[in-house]
Structures are given as structure tokens and as C-alpha cells.
């Protein structure tokens, strides 16, 4: 199993991006994915993660509205797209796919596999 993140980078208060997560190993219609992030000094924290199969999709609460999930699943591919982008959204963004469940719970703790991570910056 192997989870591949681009698309990080710096940009300004406002302004947007869309993280990548090309992935292999991973069955969209068994393994829920998605996407976490880590800010300095913070622990790891879920910001979405959703079903490739079922599209049932989960959103922390500081990103709604903001931040969509989405899965190409004939690519094997899973991004994030960011708006509106505040400097608290600043960290390493890091995409995981649960191997022990299908269901997203965006949670820490189960048979997570990770990514490398990408970093992003928000600039005020």
C-alpha cells in the first residue's frame, strides 16, 4: 500500500488549493480515506475523509464550507480542495487510507496507512 500527496505550497489569506493523493494498494470500495493535517506544535487532527464507495464524506467542523473531498476511483486517486484559506489551515497535510474500515471516521488510531505528507502555508 503506498499514498502519494502533491499540490502543497504557499499562498495567500483567501486563496486556494487542491491537494492530490495518488494511491495504490488501496480498494475505494473497502478502505475509507482522506485527509489529516498536523500545525506546529499540534497533534495530528482529521479534516476530511469520506468512502470511495458510498461518497459518505466527513468534515471537521473548522473546514466546512470551505474544503471539499473528492476520489477519482478509476485513477486511484483522492483530493482535497481547499477555499478560502486561513494561516490557522497551515501544516503538513497528510492523506491516510483506514485499512480496517470503509466507513470515514477521521479518526486516529485504527489500521491508518500514511502518506509522506505535503506541506501547506497560509500567509495573512
Known amino acids: 500500500v503506498q499514498l502519494v500527496e502533491s499540490g502543497g505550497g504557499l499562498v495567500q489569506a483567501g486563496g486556494s488549493l487542491r491537494l492530490s493523493c495518488a494511491t495504490s494498494g488501496v480498494n475505494f470500495t473497502e478502505h475509507a480515506v482522506g485527509w489529516f493535517r498536523q500545525a506546529p506544535g499540534k497533534e495530528r487532527e482529521g479534516v476530511s475523509c469520506?468512502?470511495?464507495?458510498?461518497?459518505?464524506?466527513y468534515y471537521a467542523d473548522s473546514v466546512k464550507g470551505r474544503f471539499s473531498i473528492s476520489s477519482d476511483n478509476a485513477k486511484n486517486t483522492v483530493y482535497l480542495q481547499m477555499n478560502n484559506l486561513k494561516p490557522d489551515d497551515t501544516g503538513v497535510y497528510y492523506c491516510?487510507?483506514?485499512?480496517?474500515?470503509?466507513?470515514?471516521?477521521?479518526?486516529?488510531?485504527?489500521?491508518?496507512?500514511w502518506g509522506q505528507g505535503t506541506l501547506v502555508t497560509v500567509s495573512s
Open positions: 491516510a487510507a483506514d485499512l480496517g474500515s470503509w466507513y470515514p471516521t477521521c479518526q486516529i488510531g485504527g489500521l491508518e496507512v
Open positions: 469520506m468512502s470511495g464507495y458510498t461518497k459518505i464524506k
